[in-house]
Structures are given as C-alpha cells and as structure tokens.
C-alpha cells in the first residue's frame, strides 16, 4: 500500500441524529412512507419529539450524510475537514465536541436557528425512514466556504441534499469552482433519490461538468437514468465522469472508471441489523482507497467491507474501538 495520505473537505448537513426502534404501524399512524428521506417542518418535528418519547431508549449521536463520510475518514486516520452550520444552542456545542474528539478539522459557523436533527425510524426489516429538520444548515451561504480549506484538500465531498436550500448549493457551487481551479478532486454522493427526482437536470449537468467520483444506488441511478438495470445506469453515468459508482445492494456495486467497469461483490451479511450509513461509509471506504494510493478495485473493496461493517450495528458510524480494529485491518494491505 502507498504510503501518502490525502486529505478530505466535506461540506455538508451537521444533524444530532435520533435513532428509534418502530414498528411499520408507527409510520402508518405517523403518515410516513417506509424507507424515505424527509424534510420536515417545525411542527413535524415537535411531533416526532413527542413520538419516540414513547419508544424505549432512543440513541443519539452526531450525523448528517457528509459529516457520516468524514467522520469515518477521520477515525481511519484521514486527514478531514468539515463545512457546515450549527446553532448557537447546546446540541450545536456537542456537535462541535464530537467532532473535535474524533479528530475532524471543524469548520463549522453558528447560527441563532437551530442546531438540525435528523430522527430515523427503524422498522424490523432494518429500513431507515428519515426525518430531517435542517435548521441551523439552511443559513449555511457562500460566505461561510473557507476557501484556504479547500485548497489544500486532495477532495472536497457533498450529496445532493444541499440542493434542497438555494444559498446551500451555491455554497457548494462556489467550493467546487475552488476545487476545479486547484486540482482537488470532487466527490458527488447523490443520497436521496427523492433529490434526484426534484434535481435530475441539474445532477445531469453537475456528474458532467464538475465532477471526478460520483456515488448512487441502484433507486437513484435508475430515476437519474430511467432505467432500471444498475449494470447500464453505471454505464452512462461513467459516460459523464471519470469514476462512476452504483451500489447495488445486497448484490455489491458496479464502478465504471474511464468506461471501463468493474464489479465489486458485497462484503457484509445477507441480513443488515440496520443501513443507516451503509452509502455514507461505503463512500468513505471508496475515498480512503483514494487517499492511500489504492487502485480502484482496491478502493471498492475497501468500501464494500466498510459499509458490510456498518450495517451489523445501529447507526451510522463506529465505535472508536471498531474504528481501530477496521484502521489495523486495512493497513495490513489485505488487498494484495
């Protein structure tokens, strides 16, 4: 394994992530659609707060889809940096703690909205329904890019959930035009195929024009490319960037580099305890590869066994113990 270490700027979404056991009639009295990601109102929020009040013991941990992808790099020794907006509030504080304890750079601004939460419904199929109240994350603007940051990464990482907020995306916009002009690769996590349907033009246009790695499921690709065959949607996307992925369940992924692709097979159990994550640390797998000079199968070996880690647990990240075991493990180049 090559010895360099690159380094990862994230900008993305801080939530205090709720994490509540529930049963499918719960989301049925709740008017939740199973497997889901949304966005929801105050009023929606308070609800859901009353809600798992009535579940038994609730956990609570620091996440967001990006923030989920460094803080895993972070705990494999990457050298990460994380964009974002926290309230000036007591969950903002604990945040910006977490983060430091776990060896993430923070460059996170406050806002007097809210710190964001993210309340994610298990059902007993280990589907994840989430309920996202953004917050503090919507004041997040073009002001707040630490520009010198940015180019000093080797990779800048985002999702499509900052398509949802205006000020977000041109955010985002402004890092990439950075990046693009100091040779930092840029890492596209598409995230929710929800934002694909509201986006797909724009997601076209940004895999084509910006980006050199691009991560999406198989729902996600096939709303992107009407089809619904990951093989094929691999295929064209890796026709509009340079490193095209598609993770397809249970049956692995697909990655497409410079149109030639490869199959990665799956590398966890048949039946997940839960996939909150899965697609957050398969990407930090597929960067960390990057990061130590792997090649790109290597790369999507590495993601694959990470996200095959991930989804024996509850919730979205390791625990600092699992994170030393996994770091011992893959430095022993097992690869080769």
Known sequence: MASKTGKVYGIGNPLIDVIVNV????????????????????EKRLELTNFIKTKKEPKFSCGGSCPNTVITLASLGIETTLGGKVGSDEYGDIYKERLASLGVKDNLERSSNVTGSSIILITPDSERTMNTYLGANRDYNPDDVVEDEVRKADFFHFTGYMWDTPNQKEAVRKAMKVAKANGVRISFDIADQFAVGRYRDSFLELVKDSCDIVFANKEEARV??????????????????ETAIVKNGKKGSFISYKREI???????????????????????????????????????LVASTLAGQIIKQTGAQFSPEKSAQLKAYLEKDPWK
Do not use: Q, R, W
């Open 23 to 42: 049963d499918d009639e719960d989301l049925e009295k709740l008017g939740l659609y199973k497997g889901t990601m949304n966005l929801i109102s105050l």
């Open 224 to 241: 992107m490319f009407d089809n619904y065959d990951p093989y094929e949607c691999c295929k064209s996307m890796g026709k509009l960037c």
């Open 262 to 300: 490869h199959e990665i097979p799956v590398m966890g159990p048949e039946t997940p305890v839960d996939t909150t994550g899965a697609g957050d640390t398969y990407a930090a797998g597929f960067l960390y590869g990057l990061c130590k000079g792997m090649d790109i199968v290597e790369s999507g």
